[in-house]
């Protein structure tokens, strides 16, 4: 992946085998400033992956021969920059399975369908800011404590308050996506279970650790219908 200059557009790969679907998703994003190729299937996605840089693909997870997910699955074992392209996935909106499976294998979010092309634009925008965001020696404030993003440490007036392994990688999700909230989904790592449950209970635990509130949460809130943010000083 390539990172575009500023005033440069940014480059969507679009994936999806439907045709009304392509072009009217690249119609919309190139309407909002936008460079968008389109591919129809995994096949030619490959094959334009292996000539272009792009900052974003957009995979349909249903679709005929290869799927989206198993394309996602190829695309992050690819060496280097290449296999790190932020990916969102399509699914519908009743396979909660293929959600969960595709954020697993390294999608950076998902939408359900049917969905409206102003949230799709919404997604795509907290993604590339997420993914362009230098987050080398940045530390966030939490009232009395402050996290170092890079070091993934949780400081307070005195001294390191200790984070489990989880924990650390989760508050610093939330730092970089910060204040934009993460999906709960977004949120499970490999082994947790596929409830969300298990992020709910480190994101309590997180609280009680920096929060002055711990049950009126100023700073890792709950955004209902999505999951949680962050909202550092």
Partial sequence: ??????????????????????????????????RVTTAASAATTRRLLETLDFDLLVIDVMMPGEDGLSLTRWLRARPGMAGTTPVLILTARDLADDRIAGLRLGADDYLAKPFEPEELVLRIEAILRRVTTPVSARV????????????????????????????????????????????????????????????????????????PDPANPRYLRTVRGVGYALTPD
């Fill in 140 to 211: 966030v404030g939490l009232g009395l404590c402050s996290f170092d993003v890079t070091r993934g440490e949780l400081n307070g007036a005195d001294g390191p308050i200790r984070l489990t392994e989880a924990e650390g990688r989760l508050l610093k999700q939330l730092a970089i996506a910060s204040p934009a909230a993460v999906d709960r989904l977004a949120l499970i790592g490999d082994g947790a279970d596929a409830s969300g449950r298990a992020v709910d209970i480190q994101v309590t635990r997180l609280r009680r650790k920096f929060e």
């Fill in 1 to 34: 992946m390539t990172i575009a200059a500023d005033n440069a557009p940014r480059h969507l790969l679009i994936v999806d085998d439907d045709d009304r679907i392509r072009d009217l998703l690249k119609q919309y994003l190139t309407r909002h400033g936008f």
